[in-house]
């Protein structure tokens, strides 16, 4: 269970950072969008439904809000709404969509661990970027040495051609 738990309601426009692991290797993806549904409260089963549009396709994601998986959630800005639904948006697009903008500050929830962990994983991204450009610069290395090579042998059989 989650110590510091993010205060999110029907409205808000939240970034939320997901650990996202392919094959052997972890990034974090952020997933923006209007919250238009929270279940569950602060509990355990607890999750908030997160909408965005995308090359104009709505997208929507249910988080868990307990889910280790959810590293951070910051709320960008939070707008005045008067139901805790919000799914009378779907059917709505372009400035249609716009709900009332409420003065409220930016917050962000995040554990105490998950600093050390997002440095981790740059950490390897950039260790696993070095070894790449490494074997790169050796590769680039055994191709010039062929090419030098390749040049000569021409040379030599320039040479022979002209002697001849």
Do not use: C
Request: proline content about 2%; glycine content about 6%.
């Amino acid at each position: 269970m989650k110590k510091n738990i993010p205060e999110i309601k029907a409205g808000d426009t939240v970034k939320v950072h997901q650990k996202i692991k392919e094959g052997d290797k972890e990034r974090v993806q952020i997933f923006e969008g209007l919250v238009i549904a929270t279940h569950g409260g602060k509990t355990l089963d607890g999750s908030f439904t997160v909408r965005k549009e995308s090359f104009g396709v709505g997208v929507e994601r249910i988080f868990p809000i307990h889910s280790p998986r959810v590293v951070k959630v910051e709320r960008i800005k939070q707008s005045r709404v008067r139901r805790s639904k919000l799914y009378f948006i779907r059917g709505l697009s372009g400035k249609n969509a716009r709900l009332k903008e409420m003065n409220r500050d930016y917050a962000i929830w995040e554990e105490k661990g998950v600093e050390e962990e997002l440095e981790k994983l740059s950490e390897e991204t950039a260790k696993a970027a070095e070894a790449a450009a490494a074997e790169k610069e050796a590769e680039d290395e055994k191709l010039e040495e062929k090419a030098e090579a390749a040049l000569a042998s021409h040379e030599k059989t320039e040479k022979k051609i002209q002697d001849a």
